[in-house]
């Protein structure tokens, strides 16, 4: 197959601004799927990694904006849950911003102790951590989210709250690292110094649990909504999974609408490039017949007019995923990015590509198959 | 689906254009009652009627007639890319009839070497590039096609310009690219549609002595479709198609 590769590109290059135009074209388009599969990949992230499956949230059966009352901390401290769970903290969705309104990130008032354990895939160095457990107006921040906004070791950050009215004043202590980016785009600090700051109000968004096994999280569940249901505080637990998708399911049918738009520009791709093709291979009907004439299948030439138009997508999926790196890493470390996470998946990569072959070869199809059933003598006789 | 360009099914050729080993007299192709009608608009237009025709191996057989007359359509029934109404072509002791498109190809990439008259070559890829087309239906390695094309560029005298393109080439030069390409398989039989046809008389004369030498010195059987009587008189045997019959051939040598 390799020892026509050199014939297929030299076809591909033969009119270069049209070759250009179409990949450019695909490029775009492309660039539109892989922007939009990114989006999704990201509001649909928390939906999560097998090894959050562990993690489990507790939140007032109402919804996150009603606090749970803090005496259910001992119950799920008790020997009941100590059985099928290992660590617990008390996390608050502080929703602060830094200076500008646009600075937009994940900020947490956490529990210091057991946080590592809950949150055990981010990294965070013995003396660091000891060092924010020492000192209650401490923050520990992502390195990304540190990076972006210019954020030093020992720096004051004042955050403005948006949901509590209060401003903590924190310092950063350390950062933390973890498996992507995007969970190097946050920040916590101690929940005791956002509860001192609210004048010991006791509110607690949400309690973390992490299960000691698969099993315990079923059993977890049954145990804590059992134990509240007829409290005038009933809860509801649920998988790091099941709290995500709550918050898909706010958006609506993002995942519907996205496959719409992806298909309707999978169809204009498929039309673009199919029109080149078709231009491409009308030019070269008397070109295909002299390649019968001398022994070329009809599969040679199905192979040879369809790898052609595969190589003109593909360049133009390679392309838009160039950009997209290039242009979702800048906005990642711009100071006030827009989207704060923009992460080019390997799926998403996979899927453009797929959509490259799969695009570049129904656009070829037709022409292919007329250039490779044409009469050879009718070919030959071809005034174009 | 099976693999497109697994090699053809012939056996790799033998070095291209080997020089000849001797006369050998058997029937290259051998055309008997063949008759073939195209139809336009349900109107059946015959083009050739019970024509028979035998070439024997190593000669040079020029096909001569006026426009119309069924040459054209002759060489490619014997080429093996146009079917006959009726009758039989078997080239080789490859009966073409009843082969399938793709058994078709095989016979075409073994045993034809084809000339047009416009040269036909690949405008993208090089004359070495050109010339080793049909060498990438073969299972020979790389080093292999490169050493036949080689040898088939120098038998044309086209060593020095393996890496023009056409557009960087003369008709002529064209033309004996063409000519490289058609004999470095080395196929059973040559077919010429009115090879010099496009050529000036300078070229046209370089590419008869190329023919007569493919015929002479490597013993390559011929079938060459001309208007010109010229050319024709390169060839060992003439024969006359007038409105798609064969009419009496001249003596041997002459047009």
């Known amino acids: 197959m390799s020892k026509f590769l050199h014939l297929v590109v030299r076809n591909a290059l033969r009119n270069r601004l049209r070759t250009v135009l179409t990949a450019g074209g695909s490029a775009f388009l492309l660039f539109v799927l892989v922007f939009m599969l990114t989006a999704l990949t990201e509001m649909y992230a928390w939906e999560g990694a097998p090894a959050t499956h562990l993690r489990v949230a507790v939140q007032h059966s109402t919804g996150l904006a009603t606090p749970l009352p803090i005496e259910l901390e001992n119950y799920l401290r008790g020997e009941e849950i100590s059985a099928c769970a290992g660590h617990l903290i008390k996390l608050n969705w502080f929703g602060g911003y830094y200076q500008d309104r646009r600075n937009f990130f994940a900020n947490f008032a956490s529990d210091h102790k057991e946080w590592r354990e809950v949150w055990d895939e981010l990294s965070l160095p013995d003396e660091l951590y000891k060092k924010w457990c020492s000192q209650k107006n401490a923050m520990v921040v992502g390195r990304g989210l540190a990076k972006r906004l210019g954020w030093k070791v020992g720096q004051q950050v004042t955050l403005m709250g948006t949901i509590y009215p209060v401003n903590p004043e924190l310092e950063i202590v350390g950062c933390f690292t973890g498996p992507t980016p995007r969970e190097e785009e946050q920040l916590f600090f101690r929940w005791d110094y956002l509860d001192e700051l609210l004048g010991g109000r006791k509110v607690v968004g949400t309690f973390w649990i992490r299960a000691r096994t698969l099993d315990d999280v079923a059993r977890l569940k049954d145990l804590i909504d059992g134990h509240t249901k007829n409290s005038s505080d009933p809860t509801e637990t649920m998988t790091e999974k099941e709290f995500g998708q709550q918050f898909a399911a706010m958006m609506g049918n993002i995942k519907g609408m996205i496959a719409i738009l992806g298909s309707i520009v999978l169809v204009i791709l498929v039309f673009m490039t199919a029109n080149t093709v078709a231009m491409s291979a009308r030019e070269r009907v008397t070109e295909i017949a002299v390649l019968r004439t001398l022994g070329f299948r009809r599969s040679h030439i199905l192979f040879l007019v369809v790898a052609e138009s595969v190589l003109v997508t593909l360049a133009g999926a390679l392309f838009s995923l160039g950009i997209a790196l290039v242009l979702f890493n800048w906005l990642l470390l711009s100071p006030s990015p827009q989207f704060p996470v923009f992460l080019v998946e390997p799926g998403t990569i996979a899927v453009a590509l797929g959509a490259a072959v799969l695009c570049g070869s129904l656009s070829a199809l037709v022409p292919a198959i007329q250039s490779a059933r044409r009469k050879i003598v009718d070919g030959l006789r071809y005034v174009g | ?255």
């Open chain 2, 1 to 255: 689906m099976s693999d497109p360009f697994a090699a053809a099914p012939s056996p790799s050729p033998s070095p291209a254009v080997a020089p000849a080993s001797g006369p050998t007299r058997e029937a290259t192709v051998r055309v008997a009652a063949v008759a073939k009608t195209y139809y336009r608009d349900q109107q059946p237009i015959p083009v050739l009627e019970n024509i028979d025709l035998t070439i024997q191996s190593g000669e040079f057989v020029a096909l001569m007639g006026p426009s119309g007359s069924g040459k054209t359509t002759l060489l490619n029934l014997v080429a093996g890319i146009d079917r006959p109404s009726s009758g039989s072509v078997v080239v080789a002791g490859n009966d073409l009839h009843g082969m399938s498109e793709r058994q078709l190809a095989a016979f075409r990439s073994r045993h034809v070497g084809f000339i047009f008259q416009f040269y036909n070559l690949i405008p993208v890829l090089t004359a070495f590039e050109n010339v080793e087309l049909p060498l990438l239906l073969t299972s020979l390695s790389k080093a292999e096609r490169r050493k036949h094309v080689a040898t088939a560029l120098e038998v044309v005298g086209l060593s020095d310009r393996r890496d023009h393109y056409p557009r960087q080439l003369s008709g002529g030069q064209e033309q004996r690219v063409a000519i490289a390409r058609a004999v470095v398989t080395d196929p059973t039989v040559l077919l010429a549609d009115e090879p010099t046809g496009d050529l000036d008389k300078r070229s046209e004369e370089e590419v008869l002595v190329l023919l007569r030498r493919l015929n002479q010195e490597f013993a390559k059987t011929i079938l060459m479709v001309t208007h010109d009587p010229k050319a024709a008189a390169s060839a060992g045997r003439t024969v006359r198609i007038e409105k798609g019959a064969l009419v009496a051939a001249p003596k041997d040598g002459q047009a």
